[in-house]
């Protein structure tokens, strides 16, 4: 303990000592002289850099709710600008210090590569669903056709897209599969064409059976008249023969005028005595005699 106290002591006493005072001054002297510019640079270049990157965010922010992208597109994107130009600042500020940056840049690297890999699932998910949401080849209260479902579209999110059936059922989707199938828009339309084909048998009159489907046409109000309807004998099948009858509608009329044809064609026709064929199979009978 008394040689750690004179040790300290001799610590002491050669502070104090005005040389070797003035060496340490010179010393920081030096230092402050060799390093004081480049840190203040670093400081500027970071001060500076962030005032930049906050101009470029809420740049990025304008430009797409000008596009009206998704409210949560536009925070999760300029976040991810922010952060990029805010890595790019901090390597310059610490390369103009002095620092090496090249090790940072190989790690960062090395981690962006691993995140990558573990999430290039989600990753691609997000990407359809900025391309979704930027392009938009449909919007919420569509209703769509796609990944092999149909249904009305609730919600458009990053990584996934909600969509409510016919049945009320609620199916979620992600964006991936959609961005990678072919997507059929019922909404985009102000009009659709109901197709309907009505068999009758061989021996029915064709054009009492066209007068009667003229008719139906023209009674009902919610089919428009321009377009013009078309109604033609389709086909000679295997066991009637087809009409084919194409009217026009309303996109919000297609179903009930859907429907409501089918059955209002049954009813005309069974009126009319013209019966409506299917699938029919002779059976012959052979009786085999023993010689």
């Given at each position: 303990?008394?040689?750690?106290?004179?040790?300290?002591?001799?610590?002491?006493?050669?502070?104090?000592?005005?040389?070797?005072?003035?060496?340490?001054?010179?010393?920081?002297?030096?230092?402050?002289?060799?390093?004081?510019?480049?840190?203040?640079?670093?400081?500027?270049i970071f001060f500076i850099g962030k005032f930049i990157a906050?101009?470029?965010?809420?740049?990025?922010?304008?430009?797409?709710?000008?596009?009206?992208?998704?409210?949560?597109?536009?925070?999760?994107?300029?976040?991810?600008?922010?952060?990029?130009?805010?890595?790019?600042?901090?390597?310059?500020?610490?390369?103009?210090?002095?620092?090496?940056?090249?090790?940072?840049?190989?790690?960062?690297?090395?981690?962006?590569?691993?995140?990558?890999?573990?999430?290039?699932?989600?990753?691609?998910?997000?990407?359809?669903?900025?391309?979704?949401?930027?392009?938009?080849?449909?919007?919420?209260?569509?209703?769509?056709?796609?990944?092999?479902?149909?249904?009305?579209?609730?919600?458009?999110?990053?990584?996934?897209?909600?969509?409510?059936?016919?049945?009320?059922?609620?199916?979620?989707?992600?964006?991936?599969?959609?961005?990678?199938?072919?997507?059929?828009?019922?909404?985009?339309?102000?009009?659709?064409?109901?197709?309907?084909?009505?068999?009758?048998?061989?021996?029915?009159?064709?054009?009492?059976?066209?007068?009667?489907?003229?008719?139906?046409?023209?009674?009902?109000?919610?089919?428009?008249?321009?377009?013009?309807?078309?109604?033609?004998?389709?086909?000679?099948?295997?066991?009637?023969?087809?009409?084919?009858?194409?009217?026009?509608?309303?996109?919000?009329?297609?179903?009930?005028?859907?429907?409501?044809?089918?059955?209002?064609?049954?009813?005309?026709?069974?009126?009319?005595?013209?019966?409506?064929?299917?699938?029919?199979?002779?059976?012959?009978?052979?009786?085999?005699?023993?010689?």
């Amino acid at each position: 303990m008394q040689a750690e106290a004179m040790n300290v002591a001799n610590t002491v006493t050669e502070l104090m000592d005005p040389d070797k005072s003035s060496e340490l001054l010179n010393a920081g002297l030096d230092l402050v002289i060799q390093y004081g510019p480049n840190l203040i640079f670093a400081l500027l270049i970071f001060f500076i850099g962030k005032f930049i990157a906050n101009i470029v965010k809420k740049m990025v922010q304008g430009m797409m709710a000008k596009s009206r992208v998704d409210p949560l597109i536009i925070g999760f994107t300029s976040s991810l600008v922010y952060m990029g130009v805010m890595i790019f600042i901090v390597m310059a500020a610490l390369g103009q210090v002095g620092i090496q940056t090249t090790s940072f840049i190989a790690i960062l690297g090395a981690a962006g590569l691993a995140i990558g890999l573990a999430l290039q699932g989600s990753l691609a998910n997000f990407a359809a669903g900025f391309l979704l949401i930027i392009f938009r080849p449909f919007k919420e209260g569509d209703v769509i056709e796609a990944a092999g479902v149909v249904g009305k579209v609730e919600v458009i999110q990053i990584f996934t897209t909600t969509l409510k059936t016919p049945d009320n059922k609620t199916i979620i989707i992600p964006n991936n599969k959609l961005g990678n199938d072919n997507i059929i828009n019922y909404s985009t339309q102000d009009t659709r064409r109901v197709d309907l084909t009505v068999g009758v048998s061989y021996d029915a009159d064709l054009k009492e059976v066209r007068t009667i489907l003229e008719d139906i046409v023209a009674k009902d109000q919610r089919i428009l008249k321009d377009p013009t309807h078309l109604i033609v004998v389709g086909e000679l099948a295997d066991n009637s023969v087809n009409f084919f009858v194409r009217v026009w509608v309303k996109s919000e009329d297609y179903w009930n005028v859907y429907f409501d044809a089918n059955e209002t064609v049954k009813l005309r026709l069974d009126a009319a005595g013209i019966g409506i064929p299917y699938p029919q199979r002779d059976v012959h009978l052979y009786e085999h005699k023993a010689a």
